[in-house]
């Protein structure tokens, strides 16, 4: 009876047995960088929006901000309102309504003619004073006149137009954004109302039309 000799392997069935499990190794290794790649990808891209959400936050759009401020504003007076007490009203604003006394204040004589007044026209005891924004707003326009005295138009949030006229040292431009209360100017005289002297034409206008600044400030 003849001895059978062990089978070997082959190096045909180890090459067969070997070559299936490198490519199974370098498989699961990049499957494992692929993912572990993606999920970093994912948390950082998290990250990000979270971060720019805060800066959102944190940052938020300042015009937006004072524009809702000045939306809540109330006129006030066009010069510092501790010197209210020496202030005087030479010329009333002409109201057809008001009683007589009233109306007359509030007439310009004019070479020989009478104007109407859609303003106040204030004076300090004669001398130069600041004059301020009633309420902060846009420069619309700055009419230099030297006959009538230079001129500042402001537009304000809630829709009102300021006017203040019989000014020097104008220290805004058109198109400038100003807040209540700054300086824009300083009253003077002027030749188209000599008689006032030193003084600052006041008007308030609504969607185009002078209203009475009575309506607003208590002077």
């Excluded at 971060?51 to 524009?67: C, R, Y």
């Amino acid at each position: 009876m003849r001895e059978e000799k062990p089978k070997i392997p082959s190096q045909d069935s180890k090459k067969v047995k070997n070559g299936w499990f490198w490519p199974a190794i370098y498989t699961g290794v990049a499957l494992l960088f692929v993912g572990m790649v993606w999920g970093y990808s994912a948390m950082t891209g998290k990250d990000e929006v979270a971060i720019s959400d805060v800066a959102k936050i944190d940052q938020p759009n300042k015009d937006v901000t004072v524009e809702t401020n000045a939306e809540k504003e109330t006129l006030k007076y066009p010069f510092h309102e501790d010197q209210l007490d020496q202030v005087a009203i030479l010329q009333e604003f002409y109201d057809p309504t008001a009683d007589e006394a009233t109306r007359e204040k509030a007439l310009l004589v004019f070479k020989q003619m009478y104007v109407t007044s859609k303003g106040l026209a204030l004076s300090m005891d004669g001398q130069p004073f600041e004059v301020v924004v009633a309420m902060s707003g846009t420069v619309e326009e700055v009419i230099v006149d030297s006959f009538k005295g230079n001129e500042i138009k402001v537009k304000h949030a809630d829709g009102k137009t300021t006017v203040y006229a019989s000014l020097t040292g104008v220290l805004v431009k058109e198109g400038d954004k100003v807040q209540q209360g700054q300086v824009l100017a300083t009253a003077t005289q002027n030749e188209w109302n000599p008689q006032a002297g030193v003084h600052l034409q006041f008007e308030v206008y609504e969607e185009g039309v002078a209203v009475n600044p009575h309506d607003f400030l208590a002077f």
